[in-house]
């Protein structure tokens, strides 16, 4: 038996579900692949919590070597790996962590452009984590329609800013996860972009009671990847483990995020929160007002000579043959 | 012999204290820049209803800045942190071996410094090639070429400054920094 | 080598080259260097290590604090605020024995809320009132000790570049660390006023000082006069962060540009000083930056040598206890503070401590008010005590000696020590007000 050893390097401490999933999960499950020839032996050294990296130093620790394999979280990253938005700018479709990390995930080996991007950076990709079910607005006062939200401020975090462009005197105000109870408590803001994980974690029926069911869906953040020249050594049957194990691991991390996104909203409500179902023309409103990113997107690649159009035709396919109606068809206005 | 090598070193002194000291004066300018950025989206987001997007990557931007540019200066006074006890007590018994040591102790800066500079060097040309930016776009972005370069070029003047510490007697900066001690974060 | 070996090893060598006199920042890095280099034999791989860690490192947000909080010090001493409540704080203690010395440490409390170092503190308090306690025959020890052990509090009350330091190597937040100190600050605050009674009651040779009869009690134009301003600056800066309505970065920067007023209407700033006062933040902010640059590089350095993960092992094999590890700790910290600065001793030690605190499910917050007070005991002890030092230069009067800026400091070094005890026995005294 050889045993190889591999440091697994992420920046967020061991208690974060992807984390915690990936000791639990994906860890033993290579293990038991590779005790059933008894060939190779893992020997892992895990380091969290930045005692090697910080969240956003993933990309580059794994480029760099510092870390074997990492668990990148690619919303840091829109300038080294754009193709990774794809599931950001597509607001409105699926408010499901499953189906979008499925569909991210073919899309990323259907074509190559994820793999380049990745591979420009020194790594190999594996799979894809969604860990959010879907975006939802968390408000003090009941907001029931687009309306309602004209004039006023909104926090959030990265590309769901621009979901607002579309709303008239609406100013998004950026903040980092953490402050988002403070932000809402002292009226800095009147709404929140959030997960109903997060707005549980965060206590945030205690600021913002009313939450607005808006299922602006489902965003892939994470994504694991593995040091190329560690890679290029590793033995067939370990590369061929590490990459079915983690497949099963994205769908593994979406199921409990959903589990947990159902508890969470639950939990919303036992703790004095207000759930508003959003009407379905006023979603249409809000995805019909809203520039479209997802083709602005999609012509950013196309200009770096990258199937950006086609990639986005196929994901939009994907999710609707999963059975999901888009509210507004992005790939639709594509001009190429 | 030696007279060509000090009108050279001095010269190099001299433009090596001039650019640190220039750098020090725009570094303390991004300071007020930076208290008056901060407090511009505080008013801007609180009262007008505009916050500033781009306000926590100029923040992130000017700490780059106001760090590095200001460095080389905290090296011509000689007031990086250390702990020089031991340097005092010696360089009155042993004040030969005192100035070795402190030679040592430069030499190794500069070593140090060097690594940085190798270190960082590739950084900046991948940048600049690439056109990186950080920030989320359509929201805020900022080229990364500009921090890799302020790093590489404040790496090399440490360098240099260092090195100049190493050749020179016991210089008058040494002498300030004796002055400035007081003034130290602790 | 082990990590535990690779860990040891490179602390002693970083306390050896420390003591010989190499810049802190330069021998974290080297060491971690080479360490890197025996570990792996992987040039490239140390290099990166550099790479990384010094990008990373400065680009955080929140370091922005540092040089925020540095500036509005150095202005509202400009403004002469710490100087009017110690002159409002001595109009009420000044019939009591010791009463200058209890003003004192009243002042620097107050005081402490507005600026976010020691240093200030240090300079500000032993121009205004060892002179004063002088005058009036106090010990000139007692004096000098008085000034060493309250300047501490700038750095424990809120805002403190240490704190700030802290909350970087254990990823908590800044808001928190500043509301957790409060309550430790008051407490030492009271710690020394009890114990300055006491020195008063048994040992009043110690204390010397005669009583100030002549003093007239400040009318209420005048207290308001002196303390407003200060109190304006508290509510804007501390009120702000405990209310959410400001990000520690934007409270920084909202109290830099009050104390800016201040000083304005004052009159006390010319286009000279806030030149000077802005080159001073940039000095400060340049070294504690790189100072913890280099430190990032160290605790890295020991992640990847599996450190963390090996004492982790260690902590659930022996079964040690709370209680020795606590021990351990705050000698460490009382041993490096013999001649490390306080953020250097939070940089070192902390990323060592980390794992072994986090999965006994302690507080990081509570951690990290143990570790900023423990590791300000240091300032008090010699040979390198950089608030004696302060004191002693900033005197510049050669009756005093340093030897008795340090002698008049132990008594309070002492009580610091007892106060720690009991931050780490009761951690809801820095927690409550958190919850
Ligand atoms: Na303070
Ligand atoms: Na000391």
């Known amino acids: 038996t050889e045993t190889i050893k591999a440091v697994v390097i992420d920046g967020y401490p061991a208690r974060a579900l992807w984390v915690q999933e990936f000791t639990n999960f994906f860890i033993p499950e290579v293990d038991k692949r590779l005790a059933e020839t008894g060939n190779y032996k893992m020997d892992w050294q895990e380091s969290y919590g930045g005692s090697i990296v910080k969240p956003k130093g993933v990309l580059e620790g794994v480029k760099l070597g510092l870390g074997d394999i990492g668990i990148v979280t690619t919303i840091f990253h829109s300038s080294k790996l754009p193709s990774q938005a794809i599931a950001a700018v597509t607001p409105f479709v699926a408010p499901d962590s499953r189906a979008v990390a499925k569909a991210v995930d073919e899309i990323a080996k259907e074509f190559p452009t994820m793999q380049k991007e990745f591979e420009a950076q020194n790594q190999v990709y594996l799979a894809t984590g969604v860990v959010l079910d879907t975006y939802q607005v968390f408000s003090k006062d009941p907001v029931n329609s687009l309306k309602d939200l004209e004039g006023q401020k909104v926090a959030g975090a990265g590309m769901n800013l621009r979901y607002l462009e579309g709303i008239e005197g609406a100013a998004g105000v950026r903040g980092g996860l953490t402050d988002f109870y403070n932000m809402l408590q002292t009226g800095l803001v009147d709404n929140a972009l959030l997960w109903p994980e997060a707005a549980k974690t965060f206590k945030i029926a205690e600021v913002a009671p009313y939450m607005l069911k808006a299922d602006l869906g489902a965003v892939n953040s994470k994504t694991i990847t593995v040091n190329k020249d560690y890679w290029d050594k590793l033995p067939d049957e370990v590369k061929t483990a590490l990459q079915e194990v983690a497949v099963a691991y994205r769908d593994h991390v979406a199921g409990i995020a959903m589990d947990r996104a159902e508890a969470s909203r639950a939990a919303y409500v036992e703790s004095g929160g207000t759930v508003v179902e959003m009407a379905p023309d006023q979603r249409a409103a809000w995805a019909a007002a809203m520039p479209n990113i997802a083709v602005e997107w999609a012509a950013d690649l196309d200009a770096k000579g990258e199937p950006g159009s086609d990639m986005l035709k196929a994901y939009m396919a994907k999710l609707e043959d999963a059975g999901f109606t888009p509210v507004r068809d992005w790939s639709a206005e594509l001009t190429q | 012999m030696q007279r060509p090598l000090f009108v050279g070193a001095r010269a190099v002194s001299k433009l090596a204290n001039w650019l640190a000291i220039t750098a020090n004066a725009a570094g303390t300018l991004i300071v007020l820049g930076l208290i008056l950025v901060v407090n511009y989206d505080v008013i801007a987001r609180g009262f007008f209803h505009a916050p500033f997007r781009g306000a926590v990557e100029v923040v992130q931007f000017s700490m780059v800045l106001i760090v590095f540019l200001q460095l080389p200066d905290v090296v011509r006074t000689g007031r990086l942190t250390r702990s020089d006890g031991f340097l005092t007590i010696l360089r009155m018994t042993r004040p030969k071996l005192a100035d070795a040591l402190r030679r040592a102790i430069d030499f190794a800066s500069a070593v140090f410094m060097t690594l940085v500079a190798f270190a960082i060097w590739p950084e900046f040309v991948e940048m600049f090639e690439t056109k990186d930016f950080f920030g989320v776009p359509g929201v805020f972005t900022a080229p990364w070429w500009p921090i890799k370069l302020a790093i590489y070029l404040s790496a090399v003047l440490c360098t240099v400054l260092f090195v100049l510490k190493v050749i020179s007697r016991g210089t008058p900066a040494d002498a300030q920094a004796e002055h400035n001690k007081t003034e130290d974060p602790a | ?435």
Not at chain 3, 6 to 12: A, C, M, Q, T
Request: aromatic share 10%.
């Open chain 3, 1 to 435: 080598m082990s990590p535990i070996e690779i860990g040891i090893l490179s602390v002693i060598a970083i306390v050896v080259l420390v003591y010989l006199g190499v810049y802190i920042p330069i021998a974290l890095g080297l060491v971690s260097f080479v360490s890197i280099l025996l570990m792996r034999d992987n040039f490239d791989l140390a290099v990166n290590l550099l790479k990384i860690a010094i990008g990373d490192s400065v680009m955080e947000y929140t370091f922005a604090t540092v040089p925020l909080f540095t500036f509005m010090g150095l202005i509202v001493s400009k403004a002469g605020l710490g100087a009017d409540i110690y002159q409002v704080m001595n109009s009420g203690f000044r019939r009591v024995k010791g009463g200058i010395g209890m003003a004192t440490v009243g002042a620097n409390a107050v005081f402490a809320a507005v600026t976010g170092s020691s240093i200030a503190s240090a300079s500000v308090f032993s121009k205004v009132s060892v002179p004063q306690m002088l005058a009036f025959d106090y010990n000139p020890r007692f004096a000098v000790g008085v000034v060493a052990g309250s300047s501490v509090l700038g750095m424990i009350i809120p805002p403190s570049a240490m704190l700030i330091i802290y909350s970087f190597v254990a990823e908590q937040s800044v808001g928190d660390m500043f509301l957790a100190g409060v309550v430790p600050g008051i407490l030492l605050a009271i710690a020394y006023v009890i114990a300055i009674f006491l020195m008063g009651r048994f040992t009043p040779a110690y204390v010397g000082g005669r009583r100030m009869e002549d003093g007239e009690w400040m009318s209420l134009l005048e207290i308001a006069d002196k303390t407003l301003p200060t109190l304006a600056l508290i509510t804007a800066v501390l009120g702000g962060i405990y209310t959410g309505w400001l990000t520690p970065v934007e409270a920084g920067a909202a109290g830099s540009l009050l104390g800016l007023l201040i000083a304005g209407v004052r009159k006390k700033l010319s286009w000279r000083g806030l030149w000077q006062a802005l080159l001073e933040t940039g000095h400060i902010t340049a070294s504690i930056l790189f100072l913890i640059t280099a430190a990032s590089i160290y605790s890295r350095m020991l992640g990847l040598a599996g450190l963390p993960n090996e004492l982790g092992d260690i902590l659930t094999e022996t079964q040690m206890s709370f209680f020795w590890v606590m021990v351990i700790y705050v000698a460490m910290m009382i041993f490096l503070g013999t001649l490390l600065d306080t953020a250097s001793i939070i940089l070192i030690v902390v990323p060592l401590f980390l794992p072994l605190i986090e999965p006994m499910g302690l507080s990081l917050v509570w951690f990290g008010i143990v570790t900023v007070v423990g590791a300000e005991i240091g300032l008090l002890t010699p040979p390198l005590g950089i608030s004696c030092f302060v004191i002693k230069a900033t005197l510049n009067d050669p009756r005093i000696s340093l030897k008795d800026v340090f002698v008049g400091a132990f008594p309070f070094a002492l009580v610091m020590l007892v106060v720690l005890i009991a931050l780490i026995r009761w951690p809801s005294l820095s927690l409550a007000i958190l919850n």
